[in-house]
C-alpha cells in the first residue's frame, strides 16, 4: 500500500512494509514499517499555495498530477492511502487508483506528522518550520484577499472617516470665523455658508480690498453688496500680512478636506450600492453604512432581529431606561431616515418599528442572496411609504401583498325593512280593561278614608296640648 502524505515542503509518498491493521501511529519507529519512495519539492511559495488551495478544496493541483504519472503509475494494482476523501474520488476519476481514506487512514497520517523528521530527511526541521510559516502567512493573504465577508470593511472605515472628518471641518471652520473675526467681525453674520466664508476670506485677504474683488463665483449679489457695505464701516482690528497668509493656509487645509469629503461620500455611496442595494433603497446609504459599521459587519446586521436594528445606536438611552424604569427608546440611528422624517412626532416610533423590520429582511437578503438586485428594497419601501402616508392623512391604502396594487373592497348596501306608519300608537295613556279601573278606584277610596283618620288624629293631639298648656299656667 502506498500513502500519500503532504508537508509545507511538498508531497511524499511513503511504501508500507506492513497491512494497514497493523501499522499503529502509536509506534516509536514508523520508520521500519514505512519506506519513502519519492518526495516532490515545491519549487517556491507560489507552487506550495497552489498546492495547499487545492487540498483544501478537494482538488488535484499540477504538481500532484505529475507525481501520480510517474510514481503510482508503475504500482497501480496497490491502493493509495489518502487524508482526504474528495480528494482519494478525484484520483480515482481521472487515474483509476482505488484509495482508502478511512479512520485507520487519518490515524496513520497522525503517526507521520509526529515522526516527519525521521521519516523525511531531505529537508532538516527548521527549514521545515520556516516553510510552514510561510505557508501559513500566504494562505491567509489568500483568503482575506478573496472572502466576500471582508468586503464590507471598506465601507466600516469610509464611514467612521466620514464622521472624524465633519468633526474636523468644523473645528477648523470654527477657528478660522473666530480668527479673521477680529479683523471683520461683521462678515461672519453676513456670509453664513461654512464653505462660502472660506472662499470668501481667500479671496478677500484683507477687508480693504473687498470694494475691488469680485465675489460673483462663491456669493450672490444681494450678499456681495451687503457684504461690500460693511466693509466700508467695519470696526474690526487690523493685521498684518503674516496673519492674513496663516489664515489663507488655514483656508486651503479647509477646501482640501472639503473635496476630499466629497470625494469620499462619493465613494461610500458607490459601495453601498454594490453591496447592501436593498438596504440602501430603504433607509439611504448613510444610515445604512453606520447600521452596518454599528453591527461590526453585513452579516452581523443580518443577524441581528428586527427590534435590535430598531435601536441600534441608542444602547445607553436604553440601558439608562432599564435601569430606571421609565420608557425604553422608540429608534436609533433609524431616526435619521427619511422615511422617519416623513411623518409627524407622535407616529414615528412606528414608522421606525416597521421600518426595522423591513431592514432587517433586506440586510439577510444583502448578505446571503447571490444575485445583486433591489426588487426587495423597492417593495418594501412602497409598503412604508404607504404606511407613512395612512399615518399622516389617515387614508388606508394597501400595506398587505405586494404593495402595488390597491386594496379592492367590495360595495355594502344596507338593506333595513321599516314597517307602515301605526296610528293607534300616538295615544300615551295604558289601556286598561273594566275590572282593573273598579280595583284601583277600591284602593284609592282606601286611601282616601286613611288619610282622612290620620288627619284627625293630629287635631286631637295639638288639642290636648293647648289644653295642657293653659293648665300649667293657671
Same mark, same amino acid.
Given at each position: ?9 511538498? %508531497? ?12 499503529? #501511529? ?16 515545491? &519549487?517556491?511559495?507560489? &507552487? ?6 487545492? !487540498? ?6 499540477? +504538481? ?26 478525484? *484520483? ?7 484509495c482508502n481514506a478511512s479512520r485507520e487512514v ?7 506528522? @509526529? ?7 531531505? *529537508? ?10 510561510? @505557508?501559513?502567512?500566504?494562505? !491567509?493573504? %489568500?483568503?482575506l484577499k478573496f472572502s466576500p465577508d471582508k468586503?464590507?470593511?471598506? *465601507? ?28 471683520? #467681525? ?18 478677500? +485677504? ?40 496663516? *489664515? ?6 479647509? @477646501? /482640501?478636506?472639503?473635496? %476630499? ?5 462619493? %465613494? ?13 433603497? $430603504? ?21 441581528? #432581529?428586527? !427590534?435590535?436594528?430598531?435601536? $441600534? ?15 425604553? #427608546? ?10 422617519? +422624517? ?12 416597521? $421600518? ?116 300649667? /299656667? /293657671?
Amino acid at each position: 500500500m502506498l500513502v500519500l502524505f503532504e508537508t509545507p515542503a511538498g %508531497y511524499a509518498i511513503f511504501k508500507a512494509k506492513k497491512k494497514l491493521e497493523a501499522l499503529t #501511529p502509536a509506534d516509536a519507529n514508523l520508520e521500519q514499517s514505512l519506506k519513502l519512495k519519492h518526495f516532490h519539492k515545491f &519549487e517556491d511559495t507560489t &507552487e506550495a499555495l497552489a498546492a495547499a488551495t487545492a !487540498s483544501i478544496e478537494g482538488k488535484c493541483s499540477k +504538481g500532484l498530477k505529475k507525481l501520480l504519472k510517474n510514481i503510482v503509475s508503475s504500482d497501480v494494482q496497490e491502493e493509495l492511502a489518502v487524508a482526504d476523501a474528495k480528494l482519494g474520488s478525484v *484520483i480515482k476519476e481521472k487515474f483509476g487508483i482505488s484509495c482508502n481514506a478511512s479512520r485507520e487512514v487519518q490515524e496513520l497520517m497522525r503517526g507521520i506528522r @509526529l515522526q516527519m523528521n525521521t521519516l523525511v530527511t531531505a *529537508i532538516s526541521e527548521d527549514d521545515m518550520r520556516k516553510m510552514a510559516l510561510g @505557508l501559513a502567512h500566504s494562505l !491567509s493573504r %489568500y483568503k482575506l484577499k478573496f472572502s466576500p465577508d471582508k468586503v464590507d470593511t471598506m *465601507i466600516v472605515q469610509a464611514i467612521s472617516l466620514l464622521d472624524d472628518l465633519d468633526k474636523e471641518l468644523n473645528n477648523y471652520v470654527m477657528r478660522c470665523r473666530e480668527w479673521y473675526g477680529w479683523h471683520f #467681525p461683521e462678515m461672519g453674520k453676513i456670509v453664513t455658508d461654512n464653505t462660502a466664508y472660506v472662499r470668501t476670506v481667500k479671496m478677500m +485677504g484683507v477687508r480693504t480690498k473687498c470694494a475691488t474683488t469680485d465675489f460673483s463665483s462663491c456669493l450672490p449679489e444681494e450678499v456681495e453688496e451687503e457684504l461690500k457695505a460693511a466693509a466700508e464701516i467695519s470696526m474690526g482690528t487690523e493685521v498684518s500680512d503674516e496673519d492674513i497668509t496663516n *489664515i489663507h493656509h488655514l483656508c486651503d487645509q479647509i @477646501l /482640501e478636506i472639503n473635496d %476630499y469629503r466629497a470625494q469620499l461620500s462619493d %465613494y461610500l455611496k458607490s459601495r453601498m450600492q454594490a453591496i447592501a442595494p436593498n438596504v440602501t433603497v $430603504l433607509v439611504g446609504e448613510m444610515v445604512g453604512a453606520r447600521l452596518i459599521a454599528h453591527a461590526g459587519s453585513l452579516i452581523n446586521l443580518a443577524k441581528h #432581529p428586527a !427590534s435590535t436594528v430598531q435601536i $441600534l445606536g441608542a444602547e445607553k438611552a436604553l440601558f439608562r431606561a432599564l435601569k430606571k424604569k421609565h420608557n425604553t #427608546p422608540k429608534y436609533g440611528l433609524l431616526y435619521h431616515a427619511s422615511l422617519v +422624517g416623513q411623518c409627524g412626532a407622535k407616529h414615528k416610533g412606528k414608522i421606525a418599528r416597521v $421600518l426595522a423590520a423591513k431592514t432587517a429582511l433586506a440586510s439577510r437578503v444583502d448578505a446571503l442572496s447571490e444575485e445583486s438586485r433591489t426588487d426587495v428594497g423597492v417593495e418594501h419601501r412602497q409598503i412604508v411609504e404607504r404606511r407613512v402616508q395612512f399615518c399622516n392623512d389617515g387614508v388606508v391604502h394597501a400595506i398587505s401583498g405586494t404593495g402595488k396594487a390597491k386594496a379592492k373592497a367590495d360595495k355594502v348596501e344596507i338593506k333595513a325593512e321599516t314597517s307602515g306608519y301605526n296610528a293607534a300608537t300616538d295615544s300615551t295613556l295604558a289601556t286598561t280593561t273594566p275590572e282593573k279601573k273598579k280595583k284601583k278606584r277600591k284602593r284609592e277610596e282606601v286611601d282616601d278614608d286613611d288619610d282622612e283618620a290620620e288627619a284627625t288624629t293630629k287635631v286631637e293631639k295639638k288639642k290636648k296640648k293647648k289644653k295642657k298648656a293653659k293648665v300649667e /299656667e /293657671e
